[in-house]
């Protein structure tokens, strides 16, 4: 009788390969119901917002936010000296608009009937939940273009030839903020200015970062009374420093909405998830940018 030894070498069970000697086709194999998720960037910008405006706020297709003016020469509001029985000068102050327009993003999936029976995860709700990820990254793209934007529209912008972050870069930043009147509340940094900081003496300073656990919180850490958020969605050499009541603004005219429908031609199950939102810078001048090398 021959010798014969049940083997799983490695031939799958239905290939042209196996033969008398594969018992692949005993041993079970399985197939975990659940997919590893891809990795995904932590997407903090939006509770940045100075305000988000929702549907309730937008009756028509448009947003449009009476805004002062910015304090500059004629613009200002002038307290005058008036001498006894004189007249009293006439002075006003200036007003201007910001008008927010929401764009539609949308997506589509859509999951054959079979796909659904035969599947082993839930396709139609795997990809909701993915479209919740992918619709926030969305918005924070939009977020640092704005920064981004507003930097370049008032000229806050510090660079300058150095291969690391200098702490005289940071204090430029600051002082552009200050010198008209805003309160540099946040830095937004991506991961080369990230290592930077965090190879910084006075960053690891208790007295200086926010206390001895600063460091372990999910903020990076917080510098000259900033917290310091890291951002995968701005560049790795970039850091932007705001002023959070006054960087930006955000209009949701349809927050994030999921549809389902059925397709019984098709025999196909569809998933439409979409959202109408814009995104503003609402001071210039509350924005500085500073780049590294």
Known sequence: MPNQIMSTDGADFASSTAGS?????????????????AVRKRLVLRGLAARVFGPSSIPGRTLVIPMQSEFDGYKDFNVDQVAEGGEFP???????????????YGARV????????????????????????EFADNEEGLIVAQLDAAATASSNTVANSNATLPLTDITAAMQQLEEKNYMPTHMIVGVEVVNDLRNLDIFNDASKSGGPNALTQRLV??????????????SAKLAYIIDRDHAFVMAEKRPLTVERYTDYA?????????????VNYLRAEATSEITTT
Do not use: C, W
């Not at 859509?110 to 919740?132: N, P």
């Not at 850490?221 to 701005?234: L, W």
């Not at 098709?266 to 814009?278: K, P, Y």
């Open 90 to 104: 006439l002075t006003q102050t200036e007003f201007e608009d910001l008008t927010l327009t929401p764009v539609k």
């Open 21 to 37: 000697s594969t018992g692949s086709y005993l041993i079970p194999r399985t197939l975990l119901p659940q997919v590893m998720d």
């Open 110 to 133: 859509g999951v054959s009937k079979e796909m659904g029976e035969d599947g082993i995860i839930d396709l139609i709700g795997y990809h909701a939940e993915l479209a919740g990820y």
């Open 266 to 278: 098709r025999d196909t199950s569809f998933l439409v998830v979409s959202q109408r939102l814009a």
């Open 221 to 234: 850490g917080s510098i000259y009374g900033m917290q310091v958020i890291m951002s995968n969605n701005v």
